[in-house]
């Protein structure tokens, strides 16, 4: 059973800084692309970031690009995702997802995701 944990979530100020982490288990971690996504209230699930099972390619958001990076720790089994220069705009609930198929590239859309952990919120303030 794939279960998913994230971490590191909170209230910060705009300009701020925050780093999640999630922790897998349940089948072999390196072999999967695993990708970033949130929602923010009233709004659809969107895709963050994303980072193969070989560590690269690695996509971003196009409205994260430059502040957010993606990275992953294959014996610790867990991808991080550290975000800085943080806007009201990022306030969401922030949720971690591994891909379907081994030995995949990450993409953009959450059908490709099998699992999901339960979130982690994080709150820019102004």
């Known amino acids: 059973q794939v279960q998913l944990v994230e971490s590191g979530g909170g209230l910060v100020q705009t300009g701020g800084s925050l780093r999640l982490s999630c922790a897998a288990s349940?089948?072999?971690?390196?072999?999967?692309?695993m990708g970033w996504f949130r929602q923010a209230p009233g709004k659809e699930r969107e895709f963050v970031a994303g980072?193969?099972?070989?560590?690269?390619?690695?996509s971003y958001a196009d409205s994260v690009k430059g502040r957010f990076t993606i990275s992953r720790d294959n014996p610790k089994n867990t991808v991080e995702l550290q975000m800085n220069s943080l806007k009201p705009e990022a306030t969401a609930v922030y949720y971690c997802a591994q891909h379907r198929s081994p030995f995949s590239v990450a993409v953009p859309t959450s059908k490709s995701y099998q699992y999901w952990g339960q979130g982690t919120q994080v709150t820019v303030s102004s």
């Open positions: 349940g089948r072999t971690f390196k072999n999967y692309a």
């Open positions: 980072i193969s099972w070989s560590g690269g390619p690695i």
